[in-house]
């Protein structure tokens, strides 16, 4: 386990773009570094060369690898990873594939992702299941008393965002898991915000499912993303969509589906992006999951109090633990103009306008926030840049 503080001057070295921007949008795609770009140059370039088959042949190893790269990341076994285009797909893989029934719970959590919530909608209505969301405690996350208090032979998921997209808030993923194993229920946790941003262990959360994005706190490429499944639910789970990949036919009226996680990949997939990702994972590793995340933590903690003291700007970030994205709006300024005004000081940061996180901002009266996330190449002195903005 990696204990050392991260080398910003060599993260720096290894993300060239610091040296003209200042990237505080590390929430929605943060900058690959050099070892990836490289990788995906690399094997883009093999592609064209030597063809799109015979590249996946020649990097069969290194294709195969990510799986093991992604289990090392989450404590678990190569045969419980799939490689899906991004965290959403990953999610849906899991969530379509199970059988509700009608009068069946999912509880879910108030700042929950909004495709999520849509998908939980579209099942009610499918299959006349209920949805309900789990309150929030006195600090803003999931109120872990009032979810023990929910639970009875109704509920078949409790679905939970890790991070949800819009504020600093993490959810206490151990605590729900715990709750989840001792009613032996199944656990999907979204860790898109999560994965790259601080260890994630998923023998310690105690979740049955997980979804992963490539191109945020990972600092891999756009259109990559994981879904991890355990293995003693595997073969309860029946994939959505099943190809030859996922399955083999065997006769006219047979087909037998794989045994291992990849039962919920497609057969075709975005190689380069597979390959890159595999490299970002083992980048995260070398610095080690737990200095990233102390080194996120300190530098968002600044970034919120320096913020805090600007007059015209309310910080809005909820939970009793809180993460590298930090959100806020400006009591004159119109969220857009923000983002406008910034990126003509090359600062990029992104707009959380509700819709990601429907119902926590409905409850809390929020409409548009500015969503500034730091990674660990991020630095105090672009911290002080930022705030003296406003
Ligand atoms: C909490 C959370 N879940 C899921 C997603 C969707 O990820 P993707 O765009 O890779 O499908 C996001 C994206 O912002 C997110 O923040």
Redesign the pocket.
């Known amino acids: 386990m990696h204990t050392d503080p991260v080398d910003v001057n060599q993260a720096r070295k290894d993300t060239p773009a610091c040296e003209k921007i200042i990237h505080f949008n590390n929430?929605?795609a943060s900058l690959m570094p050099l070892p990836v770009t490289q990788a995906l140059h690399h094997y883009l370039e093999t592609e064209a060369r030597i063809g799109g088959y015979e590249t996946a042949d020649l990097h069969a190893d290194s294709l195969n690898s990510l799986y093991s790269s992604a289990a090392r990341l989450l404590n678990c076994q190569p045969e419980e990873i799939a490689f899906v285009e991004?965290?959403?797909?990953?999610?849906d893989m899991a969530f379509y594939a199970f059988n509700f029934k009608p009068g069946d719970k999912i509880l879910t959590a108030i700042a929950e992702?909004g495709?999520?919530v849509i998908a939980y909608l579209q099942q009610a209505k499918r299959f006349g299941i209920e949805v309900v969301f789990i309150p929030d405690d006195e600090y803003g996350q999931v109120d872990t008393d009032a979810l023990s208090k929910m639970i009875d032979s109704k509920v078949k998921l409790i679905s939970i965002?890790?991070?949800?997209?819009?504020g600093g808030l993490v959810n206490p993923a151990i605590e729900i898991g715990r709750i989840a194993r001792q009613n032996n229920i199944p656990f999907l946790l979204?860790a898109?915000?999560s994965a790259g941003q601080i260890p994630l262990d998923v023998e310690s959360i105690g979740c049955d499912l997980l979804?992963i994005?490539?191109?945020?706190y990972l600092r891999g490429p756009r259109g990559t993303?994981l879904l991890y499944i355990r293995n003693n639910i595997l073969n309860q789970l029946d994939p959505p969509f099943l190809d030859q990949h996922a399955a083999e036919l065997i006769s006219p009226i047979e087909y037998k589906v794989r045994e291992d996680a990849r039962k919920f990949e497609n057969w075709e997939q975005f190689f380069a992006g597979k390959y890159a990702l595999g490299v970002a994972i083992d980048y995260a590793l070398s610095w080690g999951l737990g200095p990233i995340q102390q080194r996120i933590y300190d530098l968002a903690d600044k970034l919120r109090n320096q913020l805090s003291n600007c007059k015209d700007i309310t910080v809005t970030d909820t939970g009793k633990e809180k993460c590298g994205i930090v959100t806020f709006y400006s009591r004159s300024l119109g969220a857009n103009s923000i983002k406008k005004m910034l990126s003509q000081k090359n600062i990029n940061v992104s707009i959380s306008d509700g819709s990601?996180?429907l119902v926590s901002f409905q409850q809390r009266g929020l409409n548009e926030l500015v969503r500034a996330s730091v990674h660990y190449f991020n630095t105090e002195e672009e911290i002080e840049t930022f705030v003296g903005c406003f």
């Open positions: 929430a929605g991004n965290a959403t797909r990953a999610w992702y495709s999520n965002s890790h991070i949800p997209t819009g979204d898109c915000q979804s994005t490539g191109r945020k993303g990601g996180t």
